[in-house]
């Protein structure tokens, strides 16, 4: 009797689902798996929110920029994908925290907020005397002792009080994933400090004897701290390119929607709104937790998914002649708290940080906008907006008339919220499936980390897991 192959469909084409179809392409020709592959995207074009704009010499990102170099996976995809030599690692230069009108700028030793240089924290204006010695009782506090998941406002606000933790670790902390961080879930998002607090009582000892030491370049000059990022040097959107030309052409099917799914004997049945169905022995979902829980509402399964909030933001880059902008101070960047008056949550100076995306003469700024409770700036007119980012922009910076062009980037109820008892939420979802749906796994950036590596550690895991379900 002949054997016949395996089908696996992945559902969505962003970098997760990209990663599946390239991973388990590859796995297949390395072990010869019979194994046929389907990618399913709603949309034109592969990529999700990795979305490059290249225009007049500038590479300017709507969506992510970069990735954190210490998580391995996108560097791997890179070199697997075989455009390594394109990664190029960000320049280093002062960040600043705005509070209260004024540029302040983060203290060294900070790592995530916490101080680990007590010298340098001290002599800091970002905090008050009365900050400064409540944030260091930090060092002599008991552990919680709570068991389970909290929220990370609680959780530094004990060790901490509220003054560093609203003026350095709220902006640095919330920012990835646009959220409010006393509803934000410490197990799902940064479980690292709980570990720390176990293990070593105080956050600030435990972080300074945990963070590895800077290594001093032989440069003449001392030690020279190296970036802590990568990105590609014709932007990210160089690594979605290489992913679809590495896939054979049959596996993508573009601008076609999963309307509904049903589990017939052994096999999902994937139903399209072209009229089509596609038998799966496999399904690969990396769709948003939305659109999950409304195919699986027919079934009452997936509706705790559902109700996992959403926040909207924008991007807005804006290119300007060098002589346009004058800035007193070097730096990278600058973040905002959350207390401050103004529109805007953060500001990079890309044409500092990421040298490469800017032609010779040129500024290039990229601000953001939108964040929970203030999320109708998003909604208005383009010109409205740039209109407010440079009056934000203006009381931080001289800038000279207006920019030579702008690029300003919408993702509308696109952020998911890990808030407290988040992965309980997954979890529950994953077993409610497993029951139901056996042949189907959940991955993406709704369920288990927003960040680009960790959205390509998901697809890869969901291969594993499909491979080890098939063979």
């Not at 204006?125 to 010695?133: M, R, V, W």
């Not at 902390?173 to 879930?185: F, K, P, R, T």
């Not at 038998?279 to 009452?300: E, M, N, R, W």
């Amino acid at each position: 009797m002949e054997k016949q192959n395996k089908k696996v469909v992945i559902v969505g084409g962003g970098i997760t689902g990209l990663t599946a179809a390239f991973y388990l392409q590859k796995e297949a020709e390395e072990k010869e798996l019979d194994v046929e592959i389907l990618l399913i995207e709603a949309s034109n074009r592969l990529g999700g929110k990795i979305q490059t704009v290249r225009r007049d010499g500038f590479i300017i990102e709507r969506g992510p920029d970069s990735f954190l170099i210490r998580k391995k996976s996108m560097d791997i995809l890179a070199k697997d994908l075989g455009v390594d030599d394109q990664l190029v690692r960000n320049a280093t230069g002062q960040a600043y925290v705005l509070v209260n009108d004024k540029l302040h700028p983060i203290p060294p030793g900070s790592v995530m907020g916490i101080p680990t240089q007590m010298g340098p924290f001290f002599k800091s204006d970002l905090f008050s005397i009365a900050g400064k010695l409540r944030a260091a009782g930090d060092m002599v506090l008991s552990r919680s002792g709570i068991e389970g998941d909290q929220s990370l406002g609680s959780f530094f606000r004990r060790r901490f009080g509220g003054e560093l933790v609203e003026n350095l670790i709220e902006p640095l902390l919330s920012g990835v994933y646009s959220g409010d961080i006393d509803q934000m879930s410490l197990e799902a998002t940064y479980p690292q400090f709980y570990a720390v607090e176990k293990k070593h009582r105080s956050l600030i000892l435990g972080m300074k004897k945990t963070t590895p030491k800077q290594v001093p370049q032989k440069n003449g000059h001392g030690a020279a701290k190296e970036g802590a990022f990568h990105s590609l040097r014709n932007g990210l959107e160089t690594i979605v390119e290489a992913a679809e030309r590495a896939l054979k052409p049959e596996t993508v099917l573009k601008g076609v929607r999963v309307e509904r799914i049903e589990q017939i004997d052994n096999q999902s049945v994937l139903h399209l709104n072209n009229g089509k169905k596609v038998k799966a022995d496999a399904v690969i979902l990396t769709t948003d937790h939305v659109t999950t829980s409304q195919l699986f509402a027919p079934y009452g399964l997936l509706q705790e998914l559902g109700e996992i909030p959403t926040t909207s933001v924008a991007t807005v880059a804006l290119a300007f002649p060098a002589d346009a902008v004058v800035q007193d101070m070097e730096g990278t960047g600058f973040l905002v708290s959350r207390r401050s008056d103004y529109s805007i949550t953060a500001c990079t100076w890309v044409h500092r940080k990421w040298p490469t995306t800017t032609p010779d003469g040129k500024v290039l700024l990229r601000a953001f906008v939108g964040k929970v409770g203030d999320e109708t700036i998003v909604d208005l007119p383009d010109e409205e907006i740039e209109k407010i980012v440079l009056a934000d922009l203006s009381r931080i910076i001289t800038i000279k008339g207006k920019p030579d062009f702008s690029v300003i980037t919408r993702f509308k109820e696109d952020r998911p919220q890990y808030r407290v008892g988040h992965k309980n939420r997954v979890r529950t979802a994953r077993e409610e499936l497993k029951q139901k749906f056996p042949n189907i796994k959940l991955a993406g950036a709704s369920y288990d980390g927003v960040g680009l590596p960790d959205c390509i550690d998901q697809g890869k895991a969901a291969v594993e897991e499909v491979l080890t379900d098939l063979f």
